[in-house]
């Protein structure tokens, strides 16, 4: 059977772009079809449990990436320094609630993205807005902007070297948990997450010996878990990569482990929830402050329709004002339902703004504000705060204000990089890991 027929093609598609050539995207598309998967679906069923586990309170999902990856940052060193942040995250996370932690990255595949404007205007020239490496180029010329197809070919093979390396990292014994000290090497961190972070990998190195000693095998700790995640936007690139499992019969869409779809397309009688509907992946939905508890309902009837655990999570993305007023008749509702649904605090698409430079930016203190009243809100209602979605980077960029080392305004311009939203950088994200562990851990008394 072919993986396309599962899919009603006569639904509208928010957010696609306006390729000039449909022919040369049909070519794309035949090709692409012919492609080997990038994930296994028993891969994607593995995380499902998972994200069961967290659902029922017994994990923490940890995700985070770019906002938009980019073909020219697919580095090695680029890549590194992301896993090294989030596994850096994800052990202080573990080491002070006491929980497994679920790591996925936004990676391996976050080349596309919506925009509020088609176009962008400059200087009195109009040409189609950035969308993602998947679709132009960020450079303001006629010839950059103009959707491309062909970018879908290198978004594939960019997502697979990506992978390559990012399982060649978790597999190979670099995200050993004994490698807890090493992680630490190589970036100029702020001396006082620094030694924290020490501290702590010294009681893990401490705790690690006293099992060996006992007998506990440590090559139980060589290989690592990490799952890729991307928002699944562009359809014909998403729809193209999905297949039939010959195990189950089942369509999966093989090029991420975890899709969600956004807050600006998911229309309930949209192409992109019928799209999540019909593969069996694990399978996200970002809800913003818009949200009602009906829509959400509906969300739920319409892709976890036999409320299967770990199917379905909502990644709330509310804004640190709203959190506490917006999140709780969600949660509510969903409880109330019955439904088993995994709730993640994405803290920064609702706190973006524009600094007077005219960058785009976000307060490191109204992510962790936003993080806060996530956790209060769960508190409340008894419900379990399941995790948290965060742009970051592991290189040093001025791109949130606030943390540590007191980004300012002016430090803007220092070096800002990210092709769309601006990110954490790897202090900040430490920063930030440690103040949600102890959000975690306090929860949990
Ligand atoms: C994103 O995750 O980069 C994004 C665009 O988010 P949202 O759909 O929540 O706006
Ligand atoms: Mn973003």
Same mark, same amino acid.
């Given at each position: 059977?072919?993986?396309?027929?599962?899919?009603?093609?006569?639904?509208?598609?928010?957010?696609?772009?306006?390729?000039?050539?449909?022919?040369?995207?049909?070519?794309?598309?035949?090709?692409?079809?012919?492609?080997?998967?990038?994930?296994?679906?028993?891969?994607?069923?593995?995380?499902?449990?998972?994200?069961?586990?967290?659902?029922?309170?017994?994990?923490?999902?940890?995700?985070? @990436?770019?906002? =938009?990856?980019?073909?020219?940052? $697919?580095?090695?060193?680029?890549?590194? *320094?992301? #896993?090294?942040?989030? +596994? %850096?995250?994800?052990?202080?996370?573990?080491?002070?609630?006491?929980?497994?932690?679920?790591?996925?990255?936004?990676?391996?595949?976050?080349?596309?993205?919506?925009?509020?404007?088609?176009?962008?205007?400059?200087?009195?020239?109009?040409?189609?807005?950035?969308?993602?490496?998947?679709?132009?180029?960020?450079?303001?010329?006629?010839?950059?902007?103009?959707?491309?197809?062909?970018?879908?070919?290198?978004?594939?093979?960019?997502?697979?070297?990506?992978?390559?390396?990012?399982?060649?990292?978790?597999?190979?014994?670099?995200?050993?948990?004994?490698?807890?000290?090493?992680?630490?090497? @190589?970036?100029? =961190?702020?001396?006082?997450?620094? $030694?924290?972070?020490?501290?702590?990998? *010294?009681? #893990?190195?401490?705790? +690690? %010996?006293?099992?060996?000693?006992?007998?506990?095998?440590?090559?139980?700790?060589?290989?690592?878990?990490?799952?890729?995640?991307?928002?699944?936007?562009?359809?014909?690139?998403?729809?193209?990569?999905?297949?039939?499992?010959?195990?189950?019969?089942?369509?999966?869409?093989?090029?991420?482990?975890?899709?969600?779809?956004?807050?600006?397309?998911?229309?309930?009688?949209?192409?992109?929830?019928?799209?999540?509907?019909?593969?069996?992946?694990?399978?996200?939905?970002?809800?913003?402050?818009?949200?009602?508890?009906?829509?959400?309902?509906?969300?739920?009837?319409?892709?976890?329709?036999?409320?299967?655990?770990?199917?379905?999570?909502?990644?709330?993305?509310?804004?640190?004002?709203?959190?506490?007023?917006?999140?709780?008749?969600?949660?509510?509702?969903?409880?109330?339902?019955?439904?088993?649904?995994?709730?993640?605090?994405?803290?920064?698409?609702?706190?973006?703004?524009?600094?007077?430079?005219?960058?785009?930016?976000?307060?490191?203190?109204?992510?962790?504000?936003?993080?806060?009243?996530?956790?209060?809100?769960?508190?409340?209602?008894?419900?379990?705060?399941?995790?948290?979605?965060?742009?970051?980077?592991?290189?040093?960029?001025?791109?949130?204000?606030?943390?540590?080392?007191?980004?300012?305004?002016?430090?803007?311009?220092?070096?800002?990089?990210?092709?769309?939203?601006?990110?954490?950088?790897?202090?900040?994200?430490?920063?930030?890991?440690?103040?949600?562990?102890?959000?975690?851990?306090?929860?949990?008394?």
């Amino acid at each position: 059977m072919n993986a396309n027929s599962v899919f009603n093609s006569n639904l509208k598609a928010a957010q696609q772009p306006t390729w000039p050539d449909q022919g040369a995207v049909d070519a794309v598309v035949k090709e692409l079809a012919t492609y080997p998967p990038l994930v296994f679906a028993g891969e994607c069923d593995n995380l499902k449990e998972k994200i069961a586990q967290a659902a029922a309170g017994n994990a923490f999902w940890l995700q985070g @990436g770019d906002c =938009a990856e980019t073909f020219v940052a $697919a580095t090695a060193d680029s890549v590194r *320094n992301r #896993i090294k942040t989030i +596994l %850096q995250m994800a052990a202080v996370l573990q080491y002070f609630s006491s929980l497994p932690v679920v790591k996925v990255g936004r990676m391996a595949g976050q080349f596309a993205k919506p925009r509020s404007n088609d176009s962008e205007t400059r200087n009195g020239v109009t040409l189609p807005a950035y969308r993602g490496d998947a679709v132009n180029d960020l450079e303001f010329t006629k010839e950059a902007r103009t959707p491309n197809p062909k970018r879908l070919l290198k978004v594939y093979n960019t997502s697979a070297s990506t992978l390559n390396l990012v399982r060649a990292f978790t597999q190979g014994g670099f995200a050993d948990i004994r490698q807890v000290h090493s992680w630490n090497k @190589g970036f100029a =961190a702020d001396a006082r997450f620094s $030694a924290r972070y020490e501290e702590m990998a *010294n009681e #893990i190195g401490r705790a +690690l %010996q006293f099992m060996q000693s006992a007998g506990v095998d440590p090559e139980a700790f060589k290989s690592v878990d990490f799952y890729s995640s991307h928002e699944a936007l562009i359809l014909e690139y998403e729809k193209a990569l999905t297949r039939i499992d010959s195990r189950t019969g089942n369509a999966y869409d093989v090029s991420a482990h975890f899709l969600w779809i956004g807050e600006r397309t998911r229309q309930l009688d949209g192409a992109h929830i019928d799209f999540a509907e019909k593969i069996h992946n694990p399978t996200g939905v970002k809800l913003g402050p818009k949200t009602t508890p009906e829509e959400a309902l509906a969300i739920i009837k319409k892709l976890n329709p036999k409320n299967e655990p770990g199917r379905l999570t909502f990644i709330s993305r509310m804004g640190a004002t709203l959190i506490r007023e917006k999140l709780p008749p969600l949660v509510e509702a969903a409880s109330k339902s019955g439904a088993s649904v995994l709730w993640v605090c994405d803290p920064m698409h609702g706190n973006t703004y524009e600094a007077p430079s005219g960058y785009k930016t976000r307060k490191f203190d109204d992510v962790l504000d936003e993080v806060r009243g996530f956790f209060e809100v769960h508190k409340k209602l008894g419900t379990h705060p399941g995790g948290i979605h965060i742009e970051l980077t592991g290189d040093d960029v001025t791109e949130c204000v606030g943390g540590g080392d007191q980004i300012s305004h002016e430090d803007l311009a220092t070096r800002y990089e990210s092709a769309c939203d601006p990110r954490l950088n790897h202090t900040q994200s430490l920063e930030l890991a440690f103040l949600v562990a102890e959000m975690l851990r306090d929860h949990k008394k």
